[in-house]
């Protein structure tokens, strides 16, 4: 189970990414190279995105990985596949799902959860969300009823 957030990376990576259906490599992948934006925002403050999601302290990862806290989620696969937002929280330990993110339920304590995809709000599960380049993926928490709703579009002239 998950605290409060800021969520760290977890400890175990290599059974945080089997559990994803993924496996550590010792050089990130050239078939696919993409990247995507993940914000993740409770209240109006924003919380950070753990670095070396999917990295191991030997420095193996995941095709789908973060390196920093900056938010941007990086797709360096050997192979060109489907990846999902699901995915990258199961790496990443922190439970996502239709309405739910950490420990955040639509409905819990007045709780809304919602996820916006390049501004357009997402419908379904947040797992089930496919991985696409710059993509601005942004899960809104709000916890006093009001609605969500999606933040300033991320501009990617400025991601490095």
């Known amino acids: 189970s998950v605290g409060a957030p800021p969520w760290p990376a977890p400890a175990d990576t290599a059974s945080a990414v089997r559990a ?3 496996s550590l490599d010792p050089e990130m992948g050239t078939a696919m190279h993409i990247h995507q934006k ?8 924003e919380v950070p995105v753990a670095q070396n999601i999917g990295v191991d302290a030997a420095g193996r990862m ?4 973060t390196h920093d806290s900056t938010g941007i989620v990086h797709v360096e696969s050997a192979t060109v596949r489907d990846f999902t937002l699901g ?3 199961q790496e990443w330990r922190v439970p996502l799902g ?3 993110i950490g420990t955040f339920a639509e409905g819990k304590k007045d709780a809304r959860v919602e996820a916006f995809v390049n501004g357009k709000k997402a419908t379904g599960s947040l797992a089930s ?6 993509q601005d993926i942004a899960i809104v928490v709000t916890r006093d009823g009001s609605a969500p709703t999606a ?10």
């Not at 993940?38 to 403050?45: E, K, P, T």
């Not at 995941?62 to 990985?65: K, P, V």
């Not at 969300?129 to 710059?134: G, P, Q």
């Not at 933040?151 to 490095?160: E, G, I, L, Q, V």
């Open 20 to 22: 994803a259906g993924l």
């Open 38 to 45: 993940l914000r993740i925002v409770v209240d109006g403050a």
């Open 62 to 65: 995941s095709g789908l990985h």
């Open 87 to 89: 995915q990258l929280f």
């Open 98 to 100: 239709e309405g739910r």
């Open 129 to 134: 969300i496919r991985l696409k380049d710059r």
């Open 151 to 160: 933040p300033t579009p991320f501009d990617w002239s400025t991601a490095s």
